[in-house]
């Protein structure tokens, strides 16, 4: 979990630099990194936003990508003020 919310914005704005100069190799490449990390940690909603652009990314679908970066955004600082408070909250587990 800390992994993900530290590499958030590096995600992020290593994903718009790649959109930006339309290197869709290294867009995909990104986004298979959001794609995995947000399956591992059971975060589906971005998981599947990111999915959406992944999908626009693979047709080369520029305008298509854009138009879901910023839900893409909002739906990743989301995630990772939840894993926050995950991390940050006290064990449940019994002390011996």
Known sequence: MHDFINLWETRS???MKALGSEDYE?????LLSIRSSSTMLGAWPLEAI??????AVKDAD???SMSHLARLHEV???TCRELV???QT????PTM
């Open 13 to 15: 704005q290593r994903l």
């Open 26 to 30: 290294d867009a995909d490449v990104v």
């Open 90 to 93: 006290p064990s449940a587990a």
């Open 62 to 64: 520029l305008t298509r």
């Open 85 to 87: 408070l995950l991390v």
């Open 50 to 55: 990111a999915g959406m652009v992944h999908s």
């Open 76 to 78: 990743g600082a989301n």
